[in-house]
């Protein structure tokens, strides 16, 4: 749960392959435990939806520079710690494009651990 302003979004994954349906019954129970967790919940403005999103095999995201073009630089696919990582991962991409080394060693995060 993400909370704003106005608004509180709550936030699920479902990992169901890209042709499968979404099962509704698990955003109502994600909705009954906010209210439960968060009372004065209104929740009555409610959206559901479904999008199939890319997934690395080994879930872990990437983090490197580009070998085409020597000033891009990829920081991407943190999954589900995805904006409590989104920090960490700007420093990283701060290091590299400042030339320095990165730490701790993300040999394990390089995009070419798929070649």
């Given at each position: 749960?993400?909370?704003?302003?106005?608004w509180?979004?709550?936030?699920?994954a479902?990992?169901?392959?890209l042709?499968?349906a979404?099962?509704?019954?698990?955003?109502?129970?994600?909705?009954?435990?906010?209210r439960?967790?968060?009372?004065?919940?209104?929740?009555?403005?409610?959206?559901?939806?479904?999008?199939?999103?890319?997934?690395?095999?080994?879930?872990?995201?990437?983090?490197?520079?580009?070998a085409?073009h020597?000033n891009?630089?990829?920081?991407?696919?943190?999954?589900?710690?995805?904006?409590?990582?989104?920090?960490?991962?700007?420093q990283?991409?701060?290091?590299?494009a400042?030339?320095?080394?990165?730490?701790?060693?993300?040999?394990?995060?390089?995009a070419?651990?798929?070649?």
């Open positions: 749960m993400t909370p704003n302003a106005d509180l979004p709550i936030i699920m479902e990992f169901i392959g042709t499968a979404a099962d509704i019954r698990r955003a109502d129970t994600v909705l009954s435990n906010a439960a967790a968060l009372p004065g919940l209104d929740g009555s403005r409610t959206s559901v939806w479904n999008v199939p999103r890319p997934s690395m095999p080994d879930l872990l995201p990437t983090l490197d520079c580009s085409r020597e891009v630089y990829l920081g991407y696919r943190h999954d589900h710690p995805g904006p409590a990582a989104g920090p960490m991962t700007g990283l991409i701060a290091q590299f400042a030339r320095r080394s990165a730490e701790p060693d993300l040999s394990p995060y390089l070419e651990r798929f070649a």
